[in-house]
């Protein structure tokens, strides 16, 4: 059993930045590419950022140059940095494990965490 750990999420002005963290546990971590999803009130989730087991990245276009996701093995954990956040980024933020499939699909993570609010004002 996999367990994920969302913390970071807060209260920012728009323009500024947010570091999530997401410790894992339950599996050998390294072995696992890891992701990054958000769910605003009443829209669907929707794919943020992902990282491989070898470090490749993907992000969705919105958010390309402004968030960067990265990874340490040795500590079990992964990262969103955030920075010039948009009101339209106020989401739960939600940590998950890449089991198959299309890395944009929520159908091919197969662990996800609790979530972590991000609140970004005008």
């Known amino acids: 059993q996999v367990q994920l750990v969302e913390s970071g999420g807060g209260l920012v002005q728009a323009g500024g930045s947010l570091r999530l963290f997401c410790v894992a546990s339950?599996?050998?971590?390294?072995?696992?590419?890891m992701g990054w999803f958000r769910q605003a009130p009443g829209k669907e989730r929707e794919f943020v950022a992902t990282?491989?087991?070898?470090?490749?990245?993907l992000y969705r276009e919105s958010v390309k140059g402004r968030f960067t996701v990265s990874r340490d093995n040795a500590k079990n954990t992964v990262y969103l940095q955030m920075n010039s956040l948009k009101p339209e980024d106020t989401a739960v933020y939600y940590c998950?494990?890449?089991?198959?499939?299309?890395?944009?699909?929520?159908?091919?993570?197969?662990?996800w965490g609790q979530g972590t609010q991000v609140t970004v004002s005008s």
């Open positions: 990282i491989s087991s070898g470090g490749s990245t």
């Open positions: 339950g599996r050998t971590f390294s072995n696992y590419g």
């Open positions: 998950v494990t890449w089991s198959r499939g299309s890395y944009v699909n929520t159908e091919a993570y197969n662990y």
